[in-house]
């Protein structure tokens, strides 16, 4: 299920179900903190079909952080995902979307995902190093990269979506999940929120 909200944003329901967090140790560029464990996620969620336009954030928060606007993309700068940003001016963002009057009617609260709900989302179903397969070749039809994006931004949504319908799951900006970076537990867990402070 698919909704689009006042400001525009189309977010997809994703929905609960059990997956392997981590990857193999064969898995090229795996950390050694990345030990593959069971999560399970208890309730559906929705997430954001596309990274936060530089529009959209501007909508919300009245300014544009981004060092790739305007001049330096050579056109509109609007479909670009804001970028620059830090954790807190995210889940600020959250807060103040969550209280814009059509949001409130409609009972939308914004919250940053978990990293396991973000994982979950990206794999979208499967249990490849990608979403859409273990070949690294086939990257740049689903995500911006260095050496595909002339070492900059692009326009949300250009590529491939995974089999959920998200884009730019596997590349264009890094996204801020709600919890902090730490190794992963040793065994299954079920609605994690990451490390303790």
């Not at 392997?20 to 208890?42: C, F, K, M, Y």
Request: net charge negative; glycine share 10%.
């Amino acid at each position: 299920m698919e909704l689009t909200n006042s400001i525009g944003m189309k977010l997809v329901m994703i929905p609960k179900g059990t997956f392997i967090l981590g990857s193999p140790e064969s898995e090229w560029g795996r950390l050694d903190n990345e030990a593959q464990h069971q999560v399970t996620l208890t309730k559906d969620f929705y997430l954001g079909v596309t990274e936060v336009t530089q529009a959209q954030y501007i909508n919300v928060m009245g300014d544009n952080p981004s060092g790739h606007q305007d001049d330096l993309v050579q056109g509109d700068s609007s479909s670009y995902p804001v970028e620059q940003v830090s954790w807190e001016d995210a889940v600020e963002f959250c807060k103040k979307l969550s209280d814009m009057p059509e949001e409130k009617k409609a009972r939308r609260v914004y919250r940053l995902p978990t990293e396991s709900e973000w994982e979950y989302a990206c794999r979208a179903g499967s249990n490849t190093a990608f979403s859409f397969g273990d070949e690294a070749e086939s990257l740049s039809e689903h995500g911006w990269f260095d050496e595909n994006s002339n070492f900059g931004t692009r326009p949300v949504g250009e590529l491939k979506p995974n089999s959920w319908g998200l884009y730019d799951m596997h590349g264009n900006v890094w996204e801020w999940c709600c919890d902090w970076y730490g190794g992963y537990p040793k065994g299954a867990v079920s609605d994690p929120v990451g490390p303790q402070a």
